[in-house]
């Protein structure tokens, strides 16, 4: 039977354009807001084609000595040139990066999840520590 870490993939960010690269501060105050920012790309470009594209991102937290991920955010990007006059022929594109505001009040593991049309499913994660 296939589970979840059988379909996703990980890798180095720096070699492989699928994988999610987390930003956000180190070090945070705990219970209060900061910004997390989730791209792909930044050494390699992934395309953006209507035919190539990335789907979504999915960020989730696990709170250091908890049993269960928080899910975080969901974020879909929509456009990617498809219109009337054919693929690739639109004038909008969503880029495949967000950032959204969150707060924790225990450290532990921020995880994001990157979807690609036609390459799957791909994570990385990044600790941080609130105090
Ligand atoms: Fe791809």
Redesign the pocket.
């Known amino acids: 039977m296939a589970g979840f870490a059988d379909l996703i993939q990980t890798a180095d960010w720096k070699k492989e354009?699928?994988v999610p690269v987390i930003e956000c501060a180190d070090k945070v105050a705990a219970g209060e807001f900061f910004d997390v920012t989730v791209s792909l790309g930044k050494e390699i470009a992934?395309?953006n084609t209507t035919e190539?594209h990335?789907s979504y991102i999915k960020l989730y937290f696990k709170p250091e000595g908890e049993k269960f991920a928080v899910h975080v955010g969901d974020f879909s990007f929509w456009a990617h040139g498809a219109s009337a006059a054919g693929a690739n022929e639109g004038s909008v594109y969503t880029n495949h990066t967000v950032t959204c505001s969150m707060k924790t009040a225990k450290s532990g593991e921020l995880v994001a999840l990157a979807y690609?049309?036609?390459?799957g499913l791909w994570e990385s994660s990044k600790s941080v520590v609130a105090s």
């Open positions: 354009k699928h992934h395309p190539h990335i690609c049309n036609i390459h």
